[in-house]
């Protein structure tokens, strides 16, 4: 037997934690699939493979202010900015509820980030496990996978007339009104068959080819449209700037990515990684060897999105299965 | 006292300003409040942002030694857009501060030993701590020898001290340019052949460096070839960065970040990163 919710149910409750709260779901948005905050349960879309950028927006928005500067009458002030409302995100996919998890890592690392903390802390999510995944799905090598109950509050199943529900957490528990689930005799479906991409042990031969000239090769052909992280749920690099309007000042983090020219130059001029061969194996490196280093966790969470989205079809299962057998050459 | 959001500087007020070459000025700054400016402890090697409002925040060493208690100096050359709106500021203006940031020279383990401060241009400035720190426990180490380097005179940062450091026991100052004027009498070399000159001694010895990435470069050649070993020369590394916290990814050297592993690092820990700058 397991908890269930039928369709019906879902959608009343889905309208109720709107009412309460912000509810954040799948929407269509031209020809695109995004996270965005729903004003009636109609725009969500249940049928979906996975969103086309990452729910990360809403635990770091592209662009967000840190705080204000109030100037008045000679004395200055600064306002920190606060996330008063809570949030529920309705239909996070396994990988990027672990993608949410690997952000967690440097973000709360004490001193914790104030503003990722807040938005993290009033926000529950309600995963959706996946029926079907995309070609470039590759999540089960990569630490989780298509039903993973790990990094979600409320993790729902679609079965016929309805969803499998497990309850994960106190805070999906609090999501719930009383007698809201019943129970059914259904059983979850299968989960789908991914492709597999060789991560075992990746960072030590990452490490190895460090050096090589495959990095170089391979950066021929990228135009650093900086794409790939822009659609990337664990790329959390950032940029913080003032802006001032008028008479208010701000200070406002905003995505940056490790594929800019000038991401590392410093006044003066001095570039360290001036080379987009450098540039772009610091991407990979950052996620298959400093990150697993830092945080004992590999950095990609295999969701796929940057593989559908690089112009140039830079491809990080390929790299890493070129990586993997780079050493092999080298022993031969 | 740390504020719950260490991204929020501490509200400050620039105090003094002065002139130490045509384009770096030394900022001398208080923060605001009386609690938090007692807490307010740093180390030699340890740096903050400092803010110009609207403009922007930059990391700097520090310069001053927080013994003194005389709030917190950093040298601050005109270089790009948040360090030009800094210089136009007039003394008594608000800034904001945050830190002290990263790991320090560790000088407890330089007791007792001979030590030399090899620093070029602005990048003289974060060694500034460790001098006025062995001067004013001078019983504690050995020779201090100072080698500080620019392009030209007018460039030298700290002049105004170079009586009173060239005047310390067992402390030898060398002033050395790239190109003089007619007022010039000192030398006129590279850094790297100045130490070669010197024939510094590896023996009890710890050799400081700081300064562009070209002149640490043939300073280290220079270094060994004299025989010090790796984990007796010290430098203290520049990054892109942006939080000083480790999160916003920016400073990394392989899986090191110059904010929070650094800015400290010896020779023997620089050629063990994964990524060489």
Redo the contacts between chains.
């Keep these: 037997m397991s908890e269930f919710i039928s369709k019906k149910d879902l959608l009343t409750w889905l309208g109720q934690l709107m009412e309460e709260r912000n509810l954040v779901a799948p929407t269509r948005v031209d020809d695109l699939l995004l996270f965005s905050k729903i004003d009636q349960v109609e725009d969500i879309v249940f049928d979906f493979d996975n969103t086309t950028l990452s729910p990360k927006e809403w635990f770091y928005p592209s662009s967000e202010t ?2 204000y ?1 109030e ?1 008045k009458d000679g004395q ?1 002030e ?1 306002i ?1 900015a606060v996330i008063e409302k809570e949030t529920a995100i309705f239909g996070i996919r396994p990988c990027d509820a672990q993608g949410m998890a690997m952000n967690d890592f ?2 709360l ?1 004490e ?5 990722y903390r807040q938005h993290r802390d009033k926000t529950a999510l309600i995963g959706l496990a996946c029926i079907t995944a995309c070609p470039e799905c590759f999540c089960s090598s990569m630490g989780s996978g298509p039903h993973d109950p790990a990094n979600v509050d409320i993790l729902l199943t679609e079965v016929a007339d309805g969803y499998i529900a497990q309850v994960l957490t106190d805070k999906g528990k609090a999501l719930l009104p009383d007698n809201l689930l019943t129970t059914a005799d259904v059983s979850s479906p299968p989960a789908p068959v991914l492709s597999e991409v060789p991560s075992d042990g990746i960072a030590e031969k990452m ?1 190895q080819a ?1 050096d090589e000239p495959f990095w170089d090769r391979l950066a021929d052909r990228c135009i650093h449209c900086n794409i790939c992280s822009y659609v990337c749920p664990t790329c ?7 802006y ?1 309007d008028k008479e208010r ?1 701000e ?1 406002v ?1 905003s995505w ?1 990515s ?1 594929q800019s020219p000038g ?6 001029g ?1 570039d ?1 990684r001036s080379t987009k061969g450098s540039r772009l194996r ?1 991407r990979f ?2 996620k298959l ?2 990150f697993p ?2 945080f004992g966790a590999l950095g990609c969470i295999g969701c796929g999105r940057c593989v559908r989205a690089c112009p140039v079809n830079i491809d990080i299962r390929e790299i890493i299965q070129d990586v993997q057998q780079l050493e092999v050459k080298s022993e031969a | 006292m740390k504020p719950e959001n260490p991204l929020l500087p501490y509200l400050s007020t620039l105090q003094e300003l002065i002139d130490l070459t045509p384009d770096v000025k030394l900022f001398r700054l208080e923060l605001n409040d009386p609690d938090i400016r007692e807490g307010f402890d740093y180390k030699p090697g340890q740096f903050v942002f400092v803010s110009a409002f609207g403009v922007g925040e930059s990391p700097f060493g520090i310069t001053s030694v927080a013994h003194h208690k005389a709030g917190v100096d950093v040298a601050i050359r005109r270089v790009g857009t948040v360090t030009n709106a800094l210089h136009q500021l007039e003394p008594g203006a608000t800034v904001g501060v945050r830190g002290p940031f990263g790991n320090y020279f560790p000088l407890d383990e330089y007791k007792g030993k001979n030590i030399f401060i090899i620093g070029g241009g602005i990048g003289f400035a974060p060694l500034r701590p460790i001098i006025t720190t062995v001067l004013d426990y001078r019983e504690d180490y050995g020779d201090l020898v100072i080698i500080n380097g620019a392009r030209s005179p007018q460039d030298l940062v700290f002049a105004p001290e170079f009586d009173t450091w060239a005047a310390s026991p067992k402390t030898k100052l060398e002033l050395t340019v790239d190109a003089g004027n007619e007022n010039w009498t000192g030398r006129v070399a590279l850094i790297p052949s100045v130490v070669s000159e010197l024939k510094l001694s590896p023996q009890n010895a710890i050799a400081i460096t700081c300064g562009p990435p070209i002149m640490i470069h043939f300073t280290l050649i220079e270094l060994r070839k004299l025989g010090f070993a790796d984990n007796q020369i010290i430098t203290t590394l520049e990054g892109k960065m942006k939080c000083g916290l480790g999160k916003c990814a920016r400073c990394n050297v392989g899986d090191k970040y110059v904010c929070k592993d650094g800015p400290v690092f010896s020779m023997e820990q620089i050629s063990q990163l994964i990524e060489q700058f």
Excluded: M
């Design positions: 840190l705080f500067v100037q200055t600064l920190p440097p973000f690392e001193p914790a980030d104030d503003l490490r460090f959390y690099c950032f940029d913080v700037r003032d001032t000042i200070r983090r940056e490790c991401f590392t130059r410093i006044a003066g001095h360290p610091q490196s950052h060897l400093y280093r830092q």
